[in-house]
Nanobody, 115 residues
Framework: QVQLVESGGGLVQPGGSLTLSCAASGFAFIIYTMGWYRQAPGKQRELVATITRSSSTNYADSVKGRFTISRDNAKNTVYLQMNSLKPEDTAVYYC?????????WGQGTQVTVSS
């Protein structure tokens, strides 16, 4: 059974930091491109960052220089380090795993940036 379980969300003040984790199971994690997406209220889900099996990374322009995606293949876990958070980063953050025709999603974790 495929599972992607996100954790680490919460309430943080502007300028603060959070680290999201996504623990994966039920598939061959090491060969999948892993990603983080987010969806703010009233908006479409958008790409935040991806990391390939060879650890090549890609970021949305809005988070470049502030967010870092990484993966630990020994732990089947992908991370999103978020620094210098802004109110516009407020959203539900979803973990994604993609390989060939397989495309899996986690249940999401809420990140709220507010003073």
């Amino acid at each position: 059974q495929v599972q992607l379980v996100e954790s680490g969300g919460g309430l943080v003040q502007p300028g603060g930091s959070l680290t999201l984790s996504c623990a994966a199971s039920g598939f061959a994690f090491i060969i999948y491109t892993m990603g983080w997406y987010r969806q703010a209220p009233g908006k479409q889900r958008e790409l935040v960052a991806t990391i390939t099996r060879s650890s090549s990374t890609n970021y949305a322009d809005s988070v470049k220089g502030r967010f870092t995606i990484s993966r630990d293949n020994a732990k089947n876990t992908v991370y999103l380090q978020m620094n210098s958070l802004k109110p516009e980063d407020t959203a539900v953050y979803y973990c994604n795993a993609r390989y060939a025709s397989n495309n899996y999603w986690g249940q999401g974790t809420q990140v709220t940036v507010s003073s």
